[in-house]
Structure formats: structure tokens, C-alpha cells
């Protein structure tokens, strides 16, 4: 249980550092927030036959599952992590971290690619660096917390 805990936490903390990078590329830039985890969010309650309301409501309710998908993914990701390195620290962060940082993305781009929702061959360059910066950050972040923590 402690790998899976301990890999909990330092996804818990890569996600927080996912964030932080994302809103302050949102301040940065000026740019508004995505609206992919809510459509995925939809979509996925549309095939499991669950419906999330109509209007305003409904929108929120969307917003509010694809944030907790996204907490989902990165906890996940973080317990995967866990229970693969079973405590050991000689795994270097650095190697870690991208590695780490793709599987992340992995978890949200490639359903929301399978859905429909995203087309990652049309993204410009920047678009792939604002996919791409946090979720390296999220990596780096949780291999260096894992290291971390005893």
C-alpha cells in the first residue's frame, strides 16, 4: 500500500504543478481555459447514458467532470508510477519525468482524440507546447516528489 500512496501523492503534487503552469500560461498569454476536459466529460456521459442536465447546469456539470478526469488521470498516473517503482529511488528524476509527463497526456489526449473531440495533427506549434509544457511539468514534478518522499 505505501508505493500506491506514496505514488499518489507525488501525482497529487505533479498535478498541482500542472496547473499552476497551465493558469499562468492563461495569465501569460491572455488565452481562456480549454474546453476539451468538459467535452470529453460530456461525451463520455453521453455513451454510459448518464445525463449531466441541460443549459447552464449542464455546462457546469461538464466543467466540474472534466476537472475531476484530469485530477483522475493525474492521481493515476502518480499511483501507476508508484506501483511500478515499488520504492525504488534509482530511477533518475530527469528520465522519469518525460516519461511520466507523457503518460499523463497520453491519459487525456488520447480519449479525447478517440472521441473526437481533439485533433492533435491540426494543432499549431503552440498549441503543442501548451499541451506539452505542463504535462512535463507534472512528470518532473511527481518523479522528483516520489524521490522525495521517504
Known sequence: MRPLTKGMLAGAAGTVALNMVSYGDMLLRGRSSSGMPAQVADRIADRVGVGLGDGETGEHREEAAGALLGYATGLGVGAAYGLLRRGDGSFPAVAAGPL????????????????????????????????VAPHLAYGLTTACVYRALP
Open 100 to 131: 511520466l509527463g507523457a503518460a499523463a497526456m497520453a491519459g487525456s489526449d488520447v480519449p479525447a482524440t478517440a472521441l473526437g473531440v481533439a485533433h492533435p495533427t491540426s494543432w499549431s506549434l503552440t498549441s503543442w507546447l501548451s499541451d
